[in-house]
């Protein structure tokens, strides 16, 4: 049954925003969750993969949803420095988890090559992921800014 009514913007708005606050509420339990099981209970991954899977899905869901919508989600005028450096602490970020992993299981079978490559690897794959997503996200807004000049001079 579809309600015909008039709805009120301000109503509107604020459901939209519970909605987005339960979302990112879920979020942040299954990331504490997955933490709790892992650092915690000392549970194999198999009991907290699922858990991994919808953060992810989830975080990917709410970047392919904002591109198509429309949303800026980088600066349209972002520059490759900002990039390079968003990249870099991606990287440093990773070699931190994997070293903590490390650490927790008390391996510490790794040595510095391994660091180097670890840190230059997902530097550049952070690297190569964010310029996909800026790249994607231009386009995305390029095309928003011309089909908004086409409805202007249609007006006209």
């Known amino acids: 049954m579809k309600k015909n009514g008039v ?18 509420l879920l979020l942040g339990v299954l990331i504490i969750s997955a933490l709790v099981k892992e650092y915690i209970f000392k549970a194999p991954i198999s009991q907290y993969t699922t858990e991994i899977i919808c953060i992810f899905g989830a975080f990917i869901y709410i970047n392919i949803r904002n591109i198509i919508a429309g949303n800026d989600l980088y600066n349209t005028n972002y520059s490759s420095k900002k990039l390079v450096i968003r990249s870099l602490i991606n990287g440093f970020i990773i070699c931190v988890i994997v070293g903590t992993v490390d650490y927790v299981y008390g391996k510490s079978v790794y040595d510095k090559f391994f660091w180097l490559f670890c840190f230059v690897f997902s530097t550049i794959v952070s690297f190569l992921g964010f310029s996909l997503m800026h790249i994607i996200n231009k386009k995305r807004q390029k095309k928003i800014v011309e089909e908004l000049d086409i409805e202007e001079n249609d007006i006209e």
């Not at 709805?7 to 990112?24: G, Y």
């Open 7 to 24: 709805q009120d913007e301000r109503a509107l708005a604020q459901k939209h925003k519970i909605r987005s606050d339960t979302c990112n």
